[in-house]
């Protein structure tokens, strides 16, 4: 099933993008095996077809337990599909792989390393003086020149997000995987890190592929967003965000973006449930979360 | 400044009424054998003065080290491989779980059997009280590893032994040093009932000779005061320990 692309809402005199594609789902299926005695397998992705652009910043939203966590583990190389593929470069992913770095919501900075210690865990230079360079120029990136030295205990909940991200963007890859990666955060720490975030994407220019369940967030950071549904999950639309960054939420075409998508969800932006949707999803109180 | 001085005092003042009501006891109850306080600390200068305190000291600390740090390079690869490998530690579970409830005192007449009245039987019965709940506790601290670390680390291109150097070692390394504290107070506890039957040198012989030659009752309660201080001792490097940077992540209580 082909998902409805939305049309722009505006134009924007933008340089074309690069056509390339960089990371490719086609025809993924994920099903879990049930639990208890009755169980039923779980089909949690049900035949996803997506393409990612070199360079480009994708979002994918959808309601929780709607398997964006799982087809964003599936394009990391931490969990199979059950059918179909994904592709990296023509590659198929069968495995985590340097070139491609996953950040975690949980925050994955280890915390028995100092902040320098963490930067450079990936961090592929031969030379000692090449390796310093590295790791103090994004520490510097992300804000964290003076905490070289810190242990991530002794940081708060955004700067370990930081040094996590510092870590990805050292070992250099073509590739971010980010899995809510602000989602533990107070919403002004949020706020502050999507802003850097652009800025440093904007810089490095890497393929990042987020996960989020704010749709602010989405809009906010995305040159596509990927709508997802409840489960079991297709992609709903796919909608460009032409908006030049950096984004404010309260600008008109935004806020239009922002309830269209909601509306894809099924949802009003009061979080009601809109009038029945064509697709036929269930009603929430038979939601399996 | 007074919650400092009252973590002083008030411990001072419970020893002060403890060793008067020691003091009291012996003397109303007219007892010719069991000492005063008085009594123990001449008994133990006279051991001081004879060189015996500081040789039963060092040779009880031997053997409580010699037999601690083999099980700790025994136990904690052991832990850490059956902690990471599920059908290791399938197969290794139930032999462990059937051995670690038997007492270390109730292998003393096995150890004498296999090594004799020497070091090697205390040695080795601190190693068997040591080596359960390091390995123990080794398997737990690998399996409750936050899986997010290994697979960042995956992530990363780290596989195999550098996987294990590089991050199963130190995230579990916080739970691994609570077991080797535990382990080094039953160690201790076993190097005394050990000593009292299987060699001739240490703090629990002499306790145990006292006693034999000429219920020398100062002296055994000297030893017995000199056990309670030198555990207190060890359980305080220990504790040192637990505030290095390696390790204090997993600890902050």
Redesign the interface.
């Known amino acids: 099933m082909l998902s409805p692309v939305m049309q722009p809402l505006v134009k924007l005199d933008r340089a074309p993008q690069p056509a390339r594609t960089k990371i490719a789902a086609r025809g993924v299926w994920m099903t879990f095996p049930g639990r208890g005695s009755d169980a039923q397998p779980i089909n949690v992705l049900e035949d996803i077809h997506l393409e990612v652009r070199d360079g480009e910043f994708v979002c994918l939203v959808g309601p929780s337990g709607c398997g964006k966590s799982t087809l964003l583990n599936i394009a990391g190389g931490f969990l199979q599909a059950t059918r179909g593929e994904i592709t990296v470069d023509g590659q198929p992913v069968t495995a985590p792989d340097p070139r491609r770095i996953f950040i975690f919501q949980e925050n994955a900075a280890f915390p028995w390393l100092t902040v320098e210690e963490n930067i450079g865990f990936g961090v592929k230079r031969a030379t000692e003086a090449g390796r310093r360079e590295v790791i103090e120029h994004y520490i510097e990136m992300v804000g964290l020149t003076g905490f070289g030295t810190a242990y991530p205990r002794e940081l708060s909940g955004g700067m370990r997000q930081r040094v996590e991200i510092a870590r990805a963007l050292a070992a250099e890859p073509d590739v971010l995987f980010m899995d809510e990666p602000f989602g533990a955060l107070d919403y002004l720490t949020r706020l502050r890190l999507r802003a850097e975030l652009i800025q440093i994407w904007q810089r490095e220019k890497r393929t990042v592929l987020f996960v989020t369940h704010d749709v602010e967030e989405a809009v906010q950071l995305a040159d596509r967003v990927v709508v997802m549904g409840k489960r079991p999950s297709r992609l709903r639309a796919i909608v460009p965000i032409e908006v030049p960054r950096p984004r404010d939420l309260d600008d008109p075409v935004c806020r239009v973006l922002r309830e269209e998508i909601f509306g894809v969800m099924g949802l009003d932006h009061q979080g009601l449930q809109a009038s029945p949707d064509s697709s036929g999803s269930l009603p929430p109180s038979t939601d399996p979360d | 400044m007074r919650a400092r001085l009252e973590s002083i005092l008030l411990p001072l003042g419970v020893a002060v009424a403890f060793v008067a009501v020691w003091h009291f006891a012996v003397i109303w109850t007219g007892s010719d054998i069991f000492p005063t306080p008085r009594m123990v600390v001449a008994g133990t200068l006279e051991l001081a003065r004879k060189g015996v305190l500081l040789n039963y000291i060092v040779a009880s600390l031997f053997r409580v080290t010699t037999g601690f740090l083999l099980a700790v390079f025994v136990g904690i690869p052991f832990g850490l491989v059956l902690g990471w490998f599920a059908p290791a530690l399938k197969a290794f579970n139930p032999a462990i779980q059937v051995l670690r409830p038997i007492s270390p005192i109730a292998w003393i007449p096995v150890a004498i059997l296999w090594f004799g009245v020497d070091d090697r039987a205390p040695i080795f019965l601190i190693f068997l009280a040591s080596l359960f709940p390091i390995t123990t506790a080794s398997i737990a601290a690998v399996r409750n590893i936050?899986l997010?670390?290994i697979?960042?680390a995956?992530?990363?291109?780290i596989r195999g032994l550098a996987l294990f150097q590089k991050?199963v070692l130190?995230?579990a390394?916080p739970q691994i040093l609570t077991g080797l504290r535990l382990a080094l107070g039953v160690a201790w506890l076993v190097v005394v009932a050990a000593e009292m039957i299987a060699v001739n040198s240490g703090l629990g012989y002499l306790i145990i000779d006292a006693r034999n030659a000429g219920k020398r009752y100062d002296l055994v309660v000297a030893g017995m005061i000199m056990i309670g201080l030198i555990g207190l001792g060890l359980d305080w490097l220990m504790r040192q320990a637990e505030k290095l940077?390696?390790?204090?992540?997993?600890l902050?209580r």
């Open positions: 936050q997010v670390y697979r960042a995956q992530n990363f291109g991050v130190p995230a390394l940077d390696e390790v204090r992540w997993g902050n």
